[in-house]
């Protein structure tokens, strides 16, 4: 599949995703076997979900060129990389590459990467690139991680992370298998095995976003809650609330089992790495998130790591220097951005009469 053919299969699947009223769905996965693979993106999965009272059920009908789709996607754990994606950077290269390392490469472990694009109306056209385009840019990202996990691509209608959160397993998309703890006395007494099938139950793989410092300030600042002081621990106690055995988003729990990973952004606006750690120190003390209203054992389920050394990089600097058309320079828009995305941008005539 060329680049217009996938733009124009992220199109058609924007307006199937618009029509559907689905608060998530991943439109298409790059396999690890194409993130080693010469070709570009080719036609990925179509899916359908249909919701039913609080049961949600994903099909998909595959491509013939072995990308699977949103069914069935077996995850013990989800890095989800939520962007604009406007366009992908090295950034956003070094947080998954640095996540997924991480995890492990242990099979039993199932991790996935969601790449997740917020899209209000998948019918307007978002400045300065337009939304299948920048689907057509995370494909081409997908493919330079040359990732051992499977990377999805999702697009969602829903502002906040905790919100985000709830739509992924509320969709039914991704699931592990959990023995529950049992007393020895109820060992499995059945030649067929049914008592172990009985000690099975599928639950939401465990979610972890990757964000910046910056992001992190926004997640935890009141004003964004409303005037109420239970608000901001109403909205993201659930998120941040581990999955019990008997609970769950998937088992009819509300805790989502939810993870931060922040990456430090050294710079003026933020100050230094000493200074973005102490304030995540901050957070657990009594003056933290207690008295904004939250909870201070939240900062025990966030995770602070180091981003990239030398300058920031970013996509409003991305956008800048295709303005300023100073990508006749290899080294420069090289150092900012992937091959594949870069290809995108000069092909596709992006960001040149954009300001950032």
Not at 156 to 167: E, N
Not at 194 to 222: K, W, Y
Not at 234 to 249: I, R
Request: glycine share 10%; proline share 4%.
């Amino acid at each position: 599949m060329n680049r217009k053919q996938t733009i124009d299969f992220f199109a058609r699947s924007l307006q199937a995703f618009e029509s559907s009223h689905d608060a998530f769905r991943v439109l298409g996965t790059v396999t690890t076997a194409q993130q080693t693979a010469a070709a570009t993106f080719t036609a990925a999965t179509t899916a359908t979900t249909t919701t039913t009272g609080s049961t949600s059920k994903t099909t998909a009908t595959a491509g013939d060129d072995g990308i699977t789709g949103a069914h069935a996607l077996k995850a013990k754990k989800l890095i989800v990389l939520d962007s604009s994606f406007n366009p992908p950077t090295r950034a956003h290269a070094q947080m998954a590459s640095s996540a997924l390392r991480d995890a492990g490469n242990d099979d039993d472990d199932n991790t996935r990467l969601l790449l997740l694009l917020a899209v209000n109306n998948a019918d307007k056209q978002a400045a300065p690139a337009a939304y299948p385009t920048r689907l057509g840019m995370m494909a081409a990202f997908a493919r330079d991680l040359r990732s051992t996990h499977d990377v999805d691509l999702g697009v969602t209608t829903m502002p906040f992370f905790h919100d985000k959160a709830r739509s992924i397993v509320e969709s039914g998309t991704y699931y592990h298998h959990h023995r529950r703890h049992h007393h020895p006395a109820c060992a499995a007494n059945s030649a067929d095995g049914g008592e172990e099938r009985r000690r099975l139950r599928l639950l939401p793989p465990e979610q972890v976003f990757l964000c910046g410092f910056d992001t992190v300030v926004r997640i935890f600042d009141p004003k964004y809650y409303g005037a109420s002081p239970s608000a901001m621990r109403a909205a993201l106690g659930p998120f941040f609330a581990p999955v019990s055995d008997g609970g769950g988003g998937g088992g009819g729990g509300s805790e989502l089992g939810a993870r931060l990973r922040v990456t430090t952004r050294p710079d003026d606006a933020w100050g230094a790495v000493e200074e973005q750690r102490a304030y995540l120190q901050r957070l657990g003390e009594g003056g933290g998130l207690a008295q904004m209203g939250g909870d201070a054992a939240w900062v025990k389920r966030i995770e602070m790591v180091s981003g990239l050394g030398g300058a920031a990089v970013s996509s409003s600097r991305v956008r800048e220097v295709v303005k300023r058309r100073r990508y006749g320079s290899d080294a420069e828009l090289g150092d900012l951005v992937s091959d594949g995305v870069r290809a995108y941008i000069e092909e596709e005539g992006l960001y040149q009469d954009h300001l950032p």
